[in-house]
Every structure is written in C-alpha cells, then in structure tokens.
C-alpha cells in the first residue's frame, strides 16, 4: 500500500515464526556490548524509547563507531541475514531492481513499552537517501507520517501493527514522523514479546567503514 510517493506500507509482512526470531536476536543485542538505554539528549533530558544499535551506534544526532555516550564499547555488527531481510522488503514495495543495490549497514532497535512516545523528526544523519526499512513488532502504534517541510500538519496516521513492513524510501526518505501513541496489550504472545513494541530499522548510512 503505497501511502505516499516512495512510502510503502507492507501489512502483515513478516511470518509470525520470523518475528519471534527477531524478539529473541533483540533480546540478545539488548543486553550488550552496549546495552538497551534510553538515549541521552543534549538538552539533558531522555528518550522515553530504550535503544540499542547495531553496525553503527546512533546518538543525537551523529552516528560513530563506539558507544561514547553509554559506555564506550564498540558496536556489535549488524548480521548478513538483517541485512538481506531489509533487501526482500525493499524488492516487494518497489517491485523492481532497485532493491539489489540497497545494502544497510546500521540498525536501531528500539523498544516502547506502553507509555512511550516519539515525537516529530527527520532522520538526516545519514549521508545517502537509499530507503530506511521499518519492522513492528508487538503492541500496535499510531504511526504520524508528516512532510518533508515541517513538523507540523498535515500528516496522516497509519496503524502499524506486529509483523508490518514500512519502507520509506524516494520523496518520502526524508519527511518528518513520529509515534505518538502505544495501543497496550494489542501484541501477539506468540511472537514472545511480553507488552510494549519493538521497531527496527535499517539504514543505509553513506559512512563507509
Ligand atoms: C519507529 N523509528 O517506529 C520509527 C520507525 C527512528 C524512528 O523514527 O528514528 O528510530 S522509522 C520511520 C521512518 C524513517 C525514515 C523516514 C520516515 C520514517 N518517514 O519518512 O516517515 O520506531
Ligand atoms: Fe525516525
């Protein structure tokens, strides 16, 4: 479902037996090298999403190699078969050959437990407009798909719910977005997760090594 020029929206893309898979590698990457926090912002205040990174670390608002702001350690890689994953949702939005040359080489997980929120962003740290892919899984959101020019309206809510795909890719790679709102206790059980959403995305950052 194409919800803007280069948005695509893939309902119910991921088998549930995949997303259980991706719940468990989380809950691994979760706890090191550098553990799942709530990322720091230069005003002193935190995210209320807890995060954790892998290929490069994201902090507001570069990316880097070492995790400087939580402790220091390298980032664990992002695996092959993430990777590969990001490539199949890029080939089924686009249904074309674009997708063979799309090669992410960071992810952010992020976890919400049912009181989180993200407010309106661009993502702009990476220097390269290939397509971010987003994965769901858990407790469904309110996903707030804005414009590239401001923050504000107008914006269209879409539902995102456990096993979505979203690929933003073209026009829409750079529009801001946001969640503004968890729907508790809305997961499936069977994925594993126990309350609260899991999102991940991946990024191609232009960085080089
Ligand atoms: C999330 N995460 O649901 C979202 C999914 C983040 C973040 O926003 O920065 O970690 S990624 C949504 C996204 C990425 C790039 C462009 C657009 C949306 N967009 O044009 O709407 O936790
Ligand atoms: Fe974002």
């Known amino acids: 479902?194409?919800?803007?020029?280069?948005?695509?929206?893939?309902?119910?893309?991921?088998?549930?037996?995949?997303?259980?898979?991706?719940?468990?590698?989380?809950?691994?990457?979760?706890?090191?090298?550098?553990?799942?926090?709530?990322?720091?912002?230069?005003?002193?205040?935190?995210?209320?999403?807890?995060?954790?990174?892998?290929?490069?670390?994201?902090?507001?608002?570069?990316?880097?190699?070492?995790?400087?702001?939580?402790?220091?350690?390298?980032?664990?890689?992002?695996?092959?078969?993430?990777?590969?994953?990001?490539?199949?949702?890029?080939?089924d939005a686009y249904q074309d050959l674009s997708a063979r040359e799309y090669d992410p080489d960071a992810a952010l997980i992020n976890f919400y437990d049912r009181d989180a929120k993200m407010g309106m962003h661009q993502d702009r740290e990476e220097r390269c407009p290939a397509p971010v892919v987003s994965l769901s899984i858990g407790d469904t959101c309110v996903f707030r798909f804005g414009n590239t020019a401001t923050r504000n309206r107008p914006w269209r809510d879409v539902r995102l719910l456990s096993g979505d795909a979203f690929v933003f890719g073209g026009p829409s790679r750079f529009a801001y977005h946001g969640v503004p709102k968890i729907h508790p206790d809305t997961g499936d059980p069977a994925t594993g997760m126990r309350g609260g959403r899991l999102n991940l995305t991946l990024r191609q950052t232009g960085l080089g090594s």
Request: with cysteine; net charge positive; hydrophobic share 45%.
């Open 1 to 91: 479902v194409e919800v803007a020029p280069g948005a695509v929206h893939l309902p119910g893309w991921l088998p549930v037996a995949r997303q259980r898979e991706l719940v468990a590698a989380c809950r691994e990457w979760a706890r090191g090298p550098v553990p799942m926090r709530h990322t720091r912002l230069p005003t002193g205040g935190v995210m209320s999403v807890r995060t954790v990174c892998l290929g490069w670390h994201w902090q507001p608002y570069r990316y880097s190699r070492t995790a400087d702001d939580v402790n220091g350690a390298p980032v664990a890689a992002l695996p092959d078969w993430l990777a590969e994953l990001g490539r199949r949702a890029v080939a």
